[in-house]
């Protein structure tokens, strides 16, 4: 209704998102202070307290009634996503409101609820790491790109990846000088005090302590019903 | 009167708190999984919905009450920073629980309550560097470190340094084999599409702009009611 003057970028809130993933482009969007058009909306099933996947309870701001043609959408992602992928009005949701969005994403595994509503057959996708193979059952070509932009589609890989997804997105929709100062004003000049961690690496103690706390692994699409969690 | 069982990592939460400064730590804390004896909570006045500086409410679990003798205490920055140096029971859990705590610090402009609490008379202060002279009217030295140790205070840079710090902590607390597991995790792994931010850099319009946005300077010690804001 208020898609003519406003562009709601909006972002879908579930039981056990990960709060990084979500927070870190609210930050950077913050931080644009695009103004008029672009507007950062959180929607849910239901504008309640949601936990996320640490001990923070997350309050959006619409329901997904109230926002049905988002001018974006993204889905952040955490270790709800595995049931998410099986929430028939979230997903519903997301399918619906992805057809009139000009830009549609995800953060880390929240491209399994891309997936489960059908938008990612064929496309390259980043995601996180853990999760290329439940990302491939959809159809999708997983990248380990930090981010892609295949057609209207731009997806970050794990948690942190979203933050440098929204700067792109920053520049893109407004100026890189719009980006370098959201940059600055959240310091986000990254000192890990153990480098750069690398996926690919041949640490195996690393890599099966991660997939072994993984969530349980999304069904892929026809598969709800099947019995997992 | 659980700290004998439990030792609590405890995050103060206060309106116009940005949620990246709370986010980032909680989930490199939860990425950890100390198990036994670490916790991580998030405490506030009241458990109740709280705004952040995005649009997305923010829920503690505990009040400050219910949490009087934290292990650890750490406060995140935010937009309500400068009004939170003015809220007496805020100010007044800070320098009590800071009294018995084995750890103390903050994110970015946090570091304005530790002050406003009097606990960085003479420090060295890592801070969110907008906030630095803010900083030292509570007598505090800033720093133009990612992170600082001095005694038992642990401060971090603006909002994404958190992360950083919280890693160090990680490691100290446990091994750098478990914060290089929560790095690898949470994809912290940086490729922020502008380069890196340089506070100190020559472009004054960039600074200026952030500047102009700050939220208001912090009263300083014995500064209340000063009609500021």
């Known amino acids: ?18 709060p990084l993933d979500l927070v870190g482009p609210l ?3 913050r ?20 936990a996320s996947d640490t001990p923070l309870g997350l309050v959006p701001a619409r329901t ?25 009005a979230l997903v519903s949701y997301v399918r619906t409101a992805a057809a009139t ?8 595994n929240g491209s399994l609820v891309l997936g489960a509503a059908g938008l990612l057959a064929g496309r390259r996708v980043a995601a996180h790491w ?6 491939e059952a959809y159809g999708a070509r997983y990248a380990t790109d930090r981010w892609v932009e ?10 942190a990846a979203g933050i440098d997804a929204m700067l792109h997105l920053t520049a ?32 195996a103690g690393l890599r099966g302590a991660i997939l072994a706390r993984r969530a349980p692994a999304a069904a892929p699409a026809g598969g709800i019903g099947h019995g997992a969690t």
Chains 1, 2 share one sequence.
């Open 64 to 88: 997904f009634e109230d926002l049905p043609r988002p001018f974006a959408l993204f889905v952040p992602g955490g270790a709800g996503a595995g049931e998410a992928v099986r929430d028939g």
């Open 31 to 50: 931080d644009l202070k695009l103004g008029t058009p672009y507007r950062s909306v959180v929607v849910s099933a239901r504008v309640k307290e949601i």
């Open 130 to 135: 853990a999760y290329a193979d439940a990302l």
């Open 150 to 159: 295949d057609g209207k589609f731009l997806t970050a890989a794990g948690s």
């Open 101 to 108: 969005a000009e830009i549609v994403g995800s953060v880390g």
């Open 172 to 203: 893109r929709l407004r100026s890189a000088s719009a980006a370098r100062l959201a940059q600055l004003w959240m310091e986000y000049d990254p000192q890990p005090p153990f480098g750069r961690p690398d996926p690919s690496d041949r640490d």
């Open 1 to 18: 209704m208020t898609r003519e003057r406003t562009k709601s970028i909006a972002f879908v809130l579930y039981p056990g998102t990960s």
């Open 27 to 29: 930050t950077v969007l």
